[in-house]
């Protein structure tokens, strides 16, 4: 059974941090790329970051360059968005994504909530 599970959402002032995990269970990890998609209130479903299988070539959204972190632990089976510098239009739930060929999983999201 493919399971991915987020954690780590939460409110936070701007220009705060938060790190975001996503948990993977249920395939075989490493053979997959793994992005962070977010979707705001009324808005579609955004690209955030993403990863390739072996960790590197890592790709950011123009929105979020410079300020987040994408990185992944093959051995735990864990992808990590790492978050600084949060402004308000950083609000949305923030969901995890594998991705290989003709396969994805979802993850059901995290909400992170950027205000003063």
């Known amino acids: 059974q493919v399971q991915l599970v987020e954690s780590g959402g939460g409110w936070v002032q701007p220009g705060g941090s938060l790190r975001l995990s996503c948990a993977a269970s249920?395939?075989?990890?490493?053979?997959?790329?793994m992005s962070w998609y977010r979707q705001a209130p009324g808005k579609e479903r955004e690209f955030v970051a993403s990863?390739?299988?072996?960790?590197?070539?890592?790709i950011y959204a123009n929105s979020v360059k410079g300020r987040f972190t994408i990185s992944r632990d093959n051995a735990k089976n864990m992808v990590y968005l790492e978050m600084s510098s949060l402004k308000p239009e950083d609000t949305a739930v923030y969901y995890c994504?594998?991705?290989?060929?003709?396969?994805?999983?979802w993850g059901q999201g995290t909400q992170v909530t950027v205000s003063s």
């Open positions: 990863i390739s299988s072996g960790g590197g070539t890592p």
């Open positions: 249920g395939f075989t990890f490493s053979s997959y790329a």
């Open positions: 994504k594998a991705g290989r060929a003709f396969y994805s999983y």
